[in-house]
């Protein structure tokens, strides 16, 4: 059998971004607003600081303003809580961004709640995670919206896919259930208990992976044709002592198996921050009451 068609979320991710930049021109033009987007960082993890250094660069290419907020680790709850208040006040933030994970002393739960839900570029606030729930429009998290963007740059209808996501967290798994829910899919939500894995999965024309297993699913657990978008983003032991990213899927195994499958790295990873800059150009105008400019 041919090989599975290669979705390339790096261009997709590009030609994401120059829309969005665009829209922010039209939109400064119209409106005389210039979006911004804050972004929090407690201490200094090697990782979360490139996430952010990139969240940065990004934002200003897409021609808004990128505002950083680094606090040290030690920082408590009450003034990362009073951070995030002040970020709530200042006209000039759409966006804020608290990066996560943050440190074992602060509840996130309470901080991201304590974001003004219309500036919650992440849609994690209970607030937007009800709206998408119940169909109402609202913030909608990045990397579920990066995986359906994927999904539809194959099949642009998804009516009446059977999808399964393996994973359910509040930032992936729930979210994107959703959203295909929303796009009229038969949505099953399986995880790392769910039994009989393999034959769930094996129904699925939409596979969305996303339970942080490295190559967990195997290519005889996909339905042959299906579309395969994989979150996972896996460190693992490579050749000469180096590191190498993996997904949740074993690409080598299944790509010959399915229709169209996404890559680790290349794939979903940069859909989030062009999905993120796409949010915080949502934010700027339907805080103001102003018609979505994308
Ligand atoms: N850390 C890793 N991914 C994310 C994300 O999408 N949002 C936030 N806030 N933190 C993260």
Not at 144 to 162: F, N, R, T, Y
């Amino acid at each position: 059998m041919s090989g599975a068609t290669l979705i390339d979320g790096k261009a997709i991710a590009a030609g994401l971004r120059g829309e969005v930049a665009a829209a922010v021109v039209r939109f400064a033009g119209e409106h005389g607003v210039h979006p911004g987007l804050a972004v929090v960082l407690v201490g200094d993890d090697p990782a979360s600081q490139v996430y952010v250094r990139n969240k940065k660069r990004e934002t200003e290419a897409a021609g808004m303003a990128s505002f950083e907020v680094k606090v040290p680790a030690a920082t408590s709850e009450r003034e990362l809580l009073a951070v995030v208040e002040e970020l709530n006040r200042r006209a000039d933030v759409d966006g804020i961004l608290v990066q996560l994970p943050l440190p074992p002393h602060i509840d996130s739960g309470r901080v991201i709640e304590a974001i003004d839900p219309a500036k919650d570029v992440d849609g994690f606030h209970p607030i937007n995670a009800g709206r998408l729930a119940s169909g109402q429009p609202g913030l909608v998290p990045c990397t579920p919206l990066g995986c359906i963007i994927l999904a539809k740059s194959v099949q642009p209808d998804l009516m009446g896919l059977e999808a399964v996501v393996v994973g359910r967290s509040n930032i992936v798994g729930k979210p994107v259930a959703q959203l295909l829910l929303a796009e009229n899919c038969t949505v099953t939500i399986a995880h790392s208990k769910s039994r009989a894995l393999p034959e769930i999965t094996a129904r699925a024309d939409l596979l969305v992976a996303a339970v942080g297993r490295p190559e967990l699913i195997r290519g005889d657990w996909i339905k042959p044709g299906a579309i395969v978008i994989d979150v996972g983003i896996n460190r693992v032991p490579g050749e000469g002592g180096k590191h190498r990213l993996v997904g949740d899927v074993d690409f080598e195994d299944t790509r010959h198996v399915a229709g169209a499958i996404t890559p680790v790295p290349g794939g979903v990873g940069p859909m989030t921050i062009a999905c993120l800059l796409r949010n915080t150009l949502v934010a700027a105008a339907s805080r103001r009451g102003l018609p979505i400019p994308l």
